[in-house]
């Protein structure tokens, strides 16, 4: 079944940042899209978590239905800043963070400065290292490079959407058309502020994530694409060998975009997972 959203805004540093929340349950979850995500991208997952939760999935600023911000605020500092407004305008004293990619590193740096608010993490794609090189890095800043500003007809843009992502579901790739674009006098433009998170992205060092990882202190669930160009192996041993609270997973047949990949496969493991963490 479903879960029916509700749309919401909040202010944080002058920006109107919107999200979505689902259902009413005890527990309270916070939801991270990706560097070009939207909130939308976890409603499959809400879907199968249900009712023992209650959902908050942010559009991080410059994405989705928020404010565009300044490009040099695209950057970890200020994400974590927004999500710690979020949190504080939510009420939530103590949550889960599940995060993607950038998501990902906001919610593990967020851990790191407020560890008596996070009850339980789930990090997908994304360690230290990842930002800043290896294949997955310099496809991304590739990605920034050549992305087009706006496309001359939907199937120009659906075109794009298939040509850099192969291994998405249908369901997937309808959604990025639906929430990443609108029509703007007959141009199919971004609703997200490409120009400035491309820049931002090329331009700004990215955030040491060690820190984050080694400080992780509540139960994480770290989710590895088995043919992700971004998160190695290596990577992933390098922080469970660091970590009693971090427990690594991974999923076969899906890229750095494994809930677009594999739903299925990630909503069952986020599920088990939250599962022991609610019966410990």
Not at 105 to 131: C, H, K, T, W
Not at 186 to 200: C, F, P, R, S, Y
Not at 211 to 218: E, G, K, L, Q
Request: aromatic residues 10%.
């Amino acid at each position: 079944m479903t879960m029916s959203s509700s749309s919401h805004f909040f202010t944080s540093d002058g920006l109107n940042l919107h999200y979505l929340q689902w259902g009413s349950g005890k527990v309270p979850v916070v939801m991270l899209h990706g560097l070009r995500g939207f909130a939308q991208t976890w409603q499959d997952l809400v879907d199968a978590m249900g009712n023992e939760f209650t959902f908050f999935a942010l559009d991080q600023r410059g994405r989705g239905d928020s404010d565009w911000g300044p490009t040099e605020d695209y950057k970890a500092d200020t994400y974590v800043q927004d999500l710690a407004r979020f949190v504080d305008h939510l009420g939530l004293e103590h949550f889960v963070l599940i995060g993607h990619s950038l998501g990902g590193q906001n919610a593990a740096e967020f851990a790191r400065l407020y560890p008596e608010r996070v009850m339980a993490m789930v990090i997908e794609d994304i360690g230290p290292g990842s930002s800043k090189q290896g294949e997955g890095a310099e496809r991304i800043r590739r990605e920034m490079r050549n992305t087009p500003l706006s496309f001359d007809s939907w199937q120009a843009a659906k075109d794009f959407w298939t040509h850099s992502r192969p291994n998405l579901t249908e369901r997937a790739l309808q959604a990025r058309l639906t929430y990443s674009f609108r029509e703007v006098d007959g141009k199919v433009t971004w609703k997200h502020d490409q120009q400035g998170i491309a820049e931002a992205r090329l331009t700004i060092e990215p955030m040491d994530l060690w820190p984050a990882f080694r400080a992780i202190s509540c139960p994480t669930l770290l989710i590895k694409g088995g043919d992700s160009d971004f998160l190695p192996s290596q990577t992933v041993a390098d922080i469970t060998a660091s970590s009693d609270f971090v427990q690594a997973i991974q999923i076969d047949h899906a890229s750095h975009y494994v809930h677009d990949d594999q739903p299925e496969k990630f909503n069952e493991a986020v599920v088990r997972f939250m599962q022991a963490v609610l019966t410990d």
